[in-house]
C-alpha cells in the first residue's frame, strides 16, 4: 500500500475518507487472504524454524572446536568426496557462493583447508590439512552423538522419512 502523508495533509477530506480514497487511488494490487489461508502450513516458516533448531544443535557440539556445524559439515564433505573446487562444493552442499567463501575461508585461516589455484579456469580446490583431519576425527563422535539424538527423537522410521523428504525438497 503507498500512503503518501503529503498527499492527505493537503486534502480537504476527513482522515478516514483521506485513508479510504487514498486505497482506492492509490491502490495497485489486489491480496486477496482468506480465511482458508493457513499461514501455519508455511513451507518456507517450517522449514527455516526447523533448519535453525538443528543447526543450534550441532552448532552446541561445534562451537567448543571453535567451528559451526556448516563449516564441520563442509569439512566432512571434503574428507568423503576428496579434495574439490569451489563450484563443486557449493553444488554439492547446496550453499550460495558467498555463504561458502566465507566458510572456507574462515576454515583456510584456522589452517584446517588449504586452496590452491585450479589446474582449469580461476577457481580454486579446497583440501584438508592435518590439522582439519585431526579436528574431523575429535568432532566426529559429538557429530554422531547429534545425529543419534534427533534419530532417537523422531524415531528411526521417522529420521529416514525426514532425510528422504529433505532430499526430495533439495531437489525441487
Keep these: 500500500m503507498l500512503f503518501l502523508a503529503h498527499d492527505i495533509e493537503a486534502s480537504p477530506l476527513s482522515q478516514a ?7 482506492e487511488t492509490v491502490h495497485i494490487h489486489a491480496i486477496s487472504l482468506q480465511m482458508t489461508d493457513d499461514f501455519t502450513q508455511c513451507m518456507v516458516s517450517s522449514s527455516r524454524m526447523a533448519a535453525r533448531a538443528i543447526t543450534r544443535r550441532y552448532d552446541a557440539y561445534a562451537r567448543p572446536f571453535g567451528i559451526t556445524s556448516t563449516q564441520f559439515s ?15 562444493l557449493a553444488e554439492k552442499r547446496g550453499f550460495e557462493r558467498t555463504t561458502l567463501t566465507r566458510n572456507l575461508d574462515r576454515l583456510e585461516k584456522l589452517g584446517l583447508i588449504a586452496s590452491r589455484p585450479a589446474e582449469q579456469g580461476n577457481g580454486r580446490i579446497c583440501g584438508l590439512t592435518d590439522k582439519g583431519r585431526a579436528l574431523v576425527e575429535q568432532l566426529l563422535p559429538f557429530w554422531r552423538k547429534a545425529q543419534a539424538e534427533i534419530r532417537a527423537e523422531l524415531g528411526e522410521a521417522g529420521f529416514e522419512q525426514t532425510l528422504k523428504t529433505l532430499r526430495r525438497l533439495a531437489a525441487v
Design 74 to 88: 563442509l569439512m566432512g564433505t571434503i574428507i568423503a568426496a576428496g579434495d574439490q573446487t569451489v563450484s563443486e
Design 17 to 23: 475518507d483521506q485513508v479510504t480514497t487514498t486505497l
